[in-house]
């Protein structure tokens, strides 16, 4: 082979220890089953429309009536084919925004839409257009609410429980449940039970993953669809604390802008520099959440602010092809649908999606590489172009891989460095151009031996 290898994970290791004692602390920590299951369907959506929609507003003001929502049709089924053609595999609706107005025939306040002109309920609707189209269902409930009389008392956690129970039970499975931490600068100062919350949750729907102030799924920490280099899944084990997520969470309308600004100053969560100095560590993954429009409720002076198909598509292999889910908002309009704009650019984002592994030149399964596997090499049959690397590791492991290097080989047998990587974890995606004959995967640097799932080129 006309290359130097250099050194691998076989070797030194790049420096680091590969399998003493404080290395088995970090691959020790594994996803549960609900998390290993999110990251098979790594990429869906979000409804936000209720109150806001009707009123063109972000948030509520805390004055408004049930009256006030006047949107009299909506087409739950159009809203499911849109995301559908995107690739998306589930839909998580805002059952309950701050403003504290529910989209579901709650008994236990009557600013709920069945006391509007629509008088129906859209949580059930949208879970069943869900279902008859394979899609997952989720729910939005917000914890602050801005209308409900006790909250801030101790009887407000009863009422959120006792509303989280009807969703729960009422409307199917439900595979992901969203908290967030936004809370008005004004608002009265409590404490959410969130202990109580999750518990109602294990008990009610177990295969449920928690977010964003929650167990399972970790806030990437901005609303513009960006990522860290290196986005680990182990983790400390306080990052899922929900007083620190509230505190960088939204404190007004119109923070969603400083949101969409990338904060650098936690850029490294999970390396062996952060991990040695916290004494416990937790399996935490990201999720990118961002809107397909500027603003999280429909408007429609926004229509020209929708992202482009090149932007969506991007955002897309910085978080899915970056071992992280990707949550995106795709909201409804007042007249009850999704907007055409927005429905083009959803299909044409799909197509893209797909494009990606359509034409495999080889596809192969790996497991637990040998001692002696420094690197993995591959030949095709032909001179191929490339347009496409799609690695995977086995999580179930761990998250394993810290560096790597892509070689590519030309037709006249010599090798090109391609990519320089670091993690694996989930789902490493690399844009690759050029016409090439074989290559060679080195691992660099590993956590113990590396459990490979999969490795995919693609033309």
């Known amino acids: 082979m006309k290359m130097k290898l250099e050194k691998n994970w076989t070797t030194d290791n790049n420096g680091f220890a590969l399998n003493d004692s404080e290395v088995q602390r970090y691959i020790s920590v594994v996803p549960n089953e609900n998390q290993l299951t999110l990251q098979e369907k790594p990429f869906y959506a979000f409804f936000h429309f209720g109150m806001n929609t009707a009123n063109d507003r972000e948030w509520g003001a805390g004055v408004e009536t049930a009256k006030d929502f006047d949107i009299t049709k909506i087409k739950p089924e159009q809203w499911v084919k849109a995301v559908k053609d995107a690739g998306i595999t589930g839909v998580i609706l805002t059952c309950k925004h701050h403003d504290g107005f529910c989209l579901w025939d709650t008994k236990y306040t009557d600013f709920n839409v069945m006391n509007t002109k629509i008088h129906t309920d859209i949580v059930k609707a949208v879970a069943d257009a869900c279902y008859v189209n394979d899609i997952d269902f989720g729910v939005y409930l917000s914890p602050w609410d801005m209308h409900e009389p006790c909250y801030a008392t101790p009887e407000y956690n009863d009422y959120f429980v006792n509303q989280l129970t009807e969703l729960l039970t009422n409307y199917g499975e439900i595979f992901e449940v969203w908290f967030d931490g936004a809370k008005g600068a004004n608002a009265k100062a409590f404490t959410y039970d969130w202990k109580r919350y999750y518990e109602t949750i294990h008990k009610l729907q177990p295969k449920a993953n928690i977010a964003i102030c929650g167990e399972d799924i970790r806030w990437v920490g901005n609303e513009a669809g960006k990522a860290r280099k290196n986005e680990y899944s182990v983790v400390p084990a306080s ?23 990338v904060d650098t100053m936690d850029e490294d969560l999970g390396s062996r520099k952060v991990l040695e100095k916290n004494a416990y560590l937790a399996w935490y993954p990201a999720e990118v959440d961002v809107s397909i429009r500027k603003g999280w409720f429909y408007h429609k002076k926004d229509d020209r602010t929708v992202k482009s198909v090149r932007k969506l598509f991007n955002i897309y292999l910085n978080s899915v092809g970056n071992n992280c889910t990707l949550l995106l908002n795709i909201p409804p309009t007042d007249k009850g649908v999704i907007c055409s704009k927005d429905v083009s650019r959803l299909k044409a984002l799909g197509e893209k999606i797909k494009a990606i592994t359509a034409n495999p030149v080889i596809e192969q399964s790996f497991g637990e590489l040998k001692s002696d596997q420094g690197y993995i090499e591959f030949n095709f049959a032909q001179p191929t172009k490339l347009k496409y690397f799609v690695a995977k590791e086995d999580i179930s492991k761990s998250q394993r891989v810290e560096k790597f290097d892509l070689y590519l080989k030309k037709s006249n047998g010599k090798y090109k460095k391609a990519y320089a990587g670091t993690i694996i974890g989930a789902r490493r995606i690399v844009k690759l151009k050029g016409t090439y004959t074989g290559a060679v995967l080195v691992i660099r640097q590993s956590r113990s031996t590396p459990y490979i799932k999969s490795v995919g080129f693609y033309g």
Do not use: I, V
């Not at 929900?242 to 923070?255: A, F, L, M, P």
């Open 239 to 261: 990052l899922r604390e929900c007083e620190s997520t509230e505190k960088n969470s939204q404190s007004s309308e119109g923070d969603a802008g400083r949101l969409q600004k």
